[in-house]
């Protein structure tokens, strides 16, 4: 079968729990779709400079995890704590962008370690060098991943996919976009269950078999 371009850009924050709930959804596609579709991830910062970042111990973080992060984890059999710092997440797109011209797959776990790290264990994801020890304990290349940083080799990218998600519209992730053969084909925004999710692609699967 011949492969269709499907593509499904991902817009996301490492700040944002939805999102980190989301990956496993969206790891199921791939396994569900294989070269049918390509998954995407990329870079949007909820809270950009020079926005002040959300106050851990406010109420308005208690109130929406114990609405709705807590029950959607405890349904997708995830385990998110909420964390004890809010930083930027700036470095981390950098960081990610940077894993993604590594190979898919270093993108691939070190965007599931980030989440995991901040959500399980309050990481810091503005330090540049806990970012590196996370992707040193991977076995990446931390000391590239450092120069990359310190050089803001992935700053530009990380700033054009906020640009492309506001020209799009999303103004929250995670902002799911996708596109059958290069054109604009529909956008979900919020952590979206698997069989919506499915529903979706294979709708545009068959539009794109009926072209």
């Known amino acids: ?32 779709f294989g070269d049918r579709l390509t998954i995407r991830w990329r870079a949007f910062e909820l809270r950009p400079a020079p926005a002040p970042p959300l106050d851990p111990d406010g109420d308005y973080l208690h109130d929406i995890w114990s609405r709705a992060v807590y029950p959607m984890a405890k349904e997708r059999g995830m385990t998110l704590r909420l964390p004890r710092r809010q930083p ?4 981390a797109h950098e960081a990610s962008a940077w894993a993604a011209d590594q190979s898919s797959e270093a993108a691939a776990t070190l965007r599931h370690a980030l989440f995991r790290g901040f959500f399980e264990d309050s990481l810091d994801l503005a330090d540049g060098e806990a970012l590196c020890a996370t992707a040193g304990s991977l076995g990446l290349d931390s000391d590239g991943l450092r120069q990359a940083l310190a050089e803001g080799r992935y700053r530009q990218q990380v700033l054009d ?51």
């Open 1 to 32: 079968m011949t492969a269709t371009p499907l593509t499904l850009d991902v817009f996301s924050d490492y700040v944002c729990p939805f999102c980190y709930l989301e990956e496993p959804e969206l790891d199921a596609l791939s396994t569900r």
């Open 88 to 91: 930027r997440s700036r470095l």
């Open 161 to 211: 996919d906020q640009h492309a998600a506001g020209e799009l519209g999303i103004q929250g992730v995670p902002g799911l976009r996708f596109a059958l053969h290069g054109e604009h084909a529909g956008i979900l925004e919020g952590a979206q269950p698997r069989r919506q999710l499915l529903l979706a692609v294979e709708r545009l699967l068959d539009l794109a078999q009926q072209r």
